[in-house]
């Protein structure tokens, strides 16, 4: 059965930095496209970032660009998001997900994990 945990959330100031962590089990990681993505109460699911099986791709959208970095560790199974310059509107519960494709749509994926809440306070 496929897991995954996030942790590494929590407050913060607007600037302020945090990183997200993401452990993966349950079928071979390095097989997988990895992504983040974000819901904030009262909207819709947004993707914020994905890296292809071996690393050496990314993409992020316009509203995390240059902030957010995401990467991975295959050797330990996880995933990564770095976050820099926070701000408000970057409150969210976050989720990392794994699937197939190497994609920024949140269909595209297969599994995803619990959450972990981000607040960015002003």
């Known amino acids: 059965q496929v897991q995954l945990v996030e942790s590494g959330g929590g407050l913060v100031q607007s600037g302020g930095s945090l990183r997200l962590s993401c452990a993966a089990s349950g079928r071979t990681f390095s097989s997988y496209a990895m992504g983040w993505s974000r819901q904030a109460p009262g909207k819709e699911r947004e993707f914020v970032a994905t890296?292809?099986?071996?690393?050496?791709?990314?993409y992020y959208p316009n509203s995390v660009k240059g902030r957010f970095t995401i990467s991975r560790d295959n050797a330990k199974n996880t995933v990564y998001l770095q976050m820099n310059s926070l701000k408000p509107e970057d409150t969210a519960v976050y989720y990392c997900?794994?699937?197939?494709?190497?994609?920024?749509?949140?269909?595209?994926?297969?599994?995803w994990g619990q959450g972990t809440q981000v607040t960015v306070s002003s």
């Open positions: 890296i292809d099986r071996r690393g050496g791709s990314t």
């Open positions: 997900g794994s699937g197939n494709v190497y994609s920024s749509r949140v269909r595209d994926y297969d599994y």
